[in-house]
């Protein structure tokens, strides 16, 4: 059976700082879902928890409190609708969510490469494709040793223009140490989390790049690695991004209903 586009596990809302659209609501994304024909959509907003110490300027008002002004989620025959978050990774044990708080949320995505956030996420000392290859592989295997509730968990974005603003994704990519790199993608699978294809990544021109942006997905699934997809959109006109651009992804990998990470 093919790969289901059936699902949207990785958006934001109104209560993102980096959407703030009143048009992008709980109810939109609800909408799209049922037009779409999904089964599933997950509500994935910006979080840093105010029990974690250490929040940027950005992240602090993204607390707990703030993102479940959302709550309680409509309930719809047709699509189930998931209150997660997309929190911060910083590196070590340095998780934008507490441990005691893990039960607030159904679906946690961790991002391992907002390299964006230069001296929060990033120390600036990473500053070429070679370093920054080893800075997200280094990332990934710290994640690896958190005690998650993986089957709970998504790993975003591996591809992301983010990692490398200022720099060549595409190397970077294509730089990250292969043995590492399937040592944590086979701990990811034997853990049950689930990895990412965010859509949003996948723009035009994509295919000319596309041996790197597909060698982290092409190794994971080696590895055994189950998959979601994800619009990671802020406003209205993103959430077509995952019917728009998943197929090509899906046929690109070899993707099939097997190879779908379920959120139990
Ligand atoms: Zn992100
Ligand atoms: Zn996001």
Redesign the pocket.
């Known amino acids: 059976m093919p790969f289901p586009i059936d699902h949207d596990m990785?958006c934001?809302t109104v209560l993102s700082s980096c959407s703030s659209d009143p048009a992008q609501s709980v109810q939109a994304l609800l909408e799209h879902a049922k037009r779409r024909g999904y089964t599933l959509q997950c509500v994935?907003d910006?979080l840093w928890d105010s029990a974690v110490p250490g929040a940027s300027g950005w992240y602090a008002p993204q607390n707990i409190e703030h993102v479940s002004q959302n709550l309680p989620l409509p309930q719809d025959d047709q699509v189930r609708l998931v209150f997660g978050c997309?929190t911060e990774f910083l590196g070590g044990t340095r998780l934008g969510l507490d441990p005691s708080h893990y039960d607030a949320f159904d679906f946690i995505?961790i991002?391992p490469n907002h390299f964006h956030m230069k001296n929060f996420v990033r120390p600036d000392t990473y500053d070429t494709e070679e370093k920054i290859a080893a800075l997200f592989v280094q990332r990934l295997e710290d994640i690896s040793n958190l005690p998650l509730p993986w089957r709970k968990v998504g790993i975003?974005h591996m591809t992301c223009s983010l990692i490398f603003k200022e720099g060549d994704q595409y190397r970077v990519y294509e730089l990250v140490d292969e043995a590492r790199f399937r040592a944590v993608m086979r701990k990811f699978a034997d853990f049950g989390a689930g990895i990412e294809i965010n859509l949003s990544c996948f723009g035009p021109g994509w295919r000319d790049h596309e041996s790197a942006m597909l060698r982290l997905y092409r190794l994971a699934k080696e590895e055994g690695c189950k998959f979601y997809l994800a619009s990671?959109a802020h406003h209205p006109a993103e959430l077509d991004l995952v019917p728009q651009r998943a197929p090509e992804v899906i046929a690109a990998l070899g993707l099939t209903e097997d190879d779908q990470f379920i959120l139990t």
């Open positions: 990785h934001h994935t910006h997309e995505v991002p975003a990671d």
